[in-house]
């Protein structure tokens, strides 16, 4: 009685997680739908100019999608190298302690809240950046690019190193039995082993990545520029939270299809990675 009671309630609180899924869906669409219909398709998605409180407003998010792709790629690119090897060192290869403290260390990152990684980076890395390359201002993409890597390290260690963990020894034994070193097992039994994990571990951090707001808000710049390495810029996440408070009209609507896009971008990318993990699975 009291399994199937626990049963009950655990379905009734998976049913509305589904809910509330399916109700934010319904509600961007619907309001972000009209906005993209009155401004063009083409015109919102592929513009260039975004100048919502002009005399003539134009609304194009083309910079703002191109700037959250290369930010996401580029925090990718240094994040999950970083993130996945440290994950095999401190799985299989660091010695007790060291693995003992970096996981607790790990998990301090990871409850950092977010404005905190921005405060620092607009604080340190912004005027790091700007002494460095000799630039008239530090907030950039490429400082965006440094904060989310960072960002998405603890989401990426934890996920893959339980991963790793959870790998049976008899794999391992019986590749070291063969003849295999220690890092030839490592790399070629205990990771394709735990790939699963690891992908779920990279798709929680390209959604850490291209839904911040806050922290990149910081240390971006917050122009609606194309996107380049040392130039400020704005992402689709900062658009909507920068002008959400004082928008209204069109300008309130187009910022919801902003958030449309972004969802849709979002459950693209979970999708084709899901596709992938199972077409590794069969």
Same mark, same amino acid.
């Given at each position: 009685m009291k399994e199937k009671a626990i049963s009950i309630i655990f379905t009734i609180i998976g049913l509305v997680a589904v809910l509330f899924v399916l109700l934010i869906t319904v509600y961007l669409i619907i309001a972000g739908i009209p906005a993209i219909g009155e401004i063009g398709f083409i015109n919102f998605m592929f513009g260039k100019v975004w100048r919502s409180t002009g005399v003539n407003p134009e609304f194009g998010i083309l910079p703002f999608i &191109?700037?959250?792709i290369w930010g996401t790629c580029g #925090?990718?690119?240094i994040g999950l190298p970083l993130g996945f090897f440290s994950s095999v060192y401190l799985a299989k290869m660091a010695p007790k302690r060291v693995r003992d403290l970096f996981v607790v260390v790990i998990g301090v990152i990871s409850g950092i809240p977010s404005v905190v990684y921005g405060l620092v980076g607009m604080l340190i890395l912004v005027p790091l950046i700007r002494n460095v390359f000799s630039l008239p201002d530090g907030a950039s993409l490429f400082a965006a690019i440094i904060v989310l890597a960072i960002m998405i &390290?603890?989401?990426v260690i934890? $996920?893959?190193l339980t991963s790793l963990e959870a790998v049976p020894k008899e794999y391992e034994e019986a590749s070291l039995a063969l003849g295999a070193n220690e890092t030839e097992t490592y790399f070629r039994i205990s990771v394709p082993a735990a790939k699963s994990g690891i992908l779920t571990g990279i $798709? &929680?951090?390209i959604g850490r990545a291209i839904g911040e707001a806050m922290a990149v808000m910081m240390v971006a710049g917050n122009v609606a520029n194309m996107p380049s390495l040392f130039q400020s810029v704005r992402f689709l996440t900062t658009a909507v939270a920068i002008e959400m408070s004082y928008s209204s009209g069109l300008q309130r609507q187009a910022l919801f299809s902003? #958030? &449309?896009v972004l969802f $849709?971008?979002?459950m693209l990318i979970? #999708?084709?990675l899901m596709a992938l993990r199972e077409e590794k699975d069969k």
């Open positions: &191109l700037t959250s #925090a990718l690119f &390290l603890p989401t934890k $996920v893959s $798709v &929680l951090g902003i #958030a &449309l $849709v971008f979002i979970n #999708a084709i």
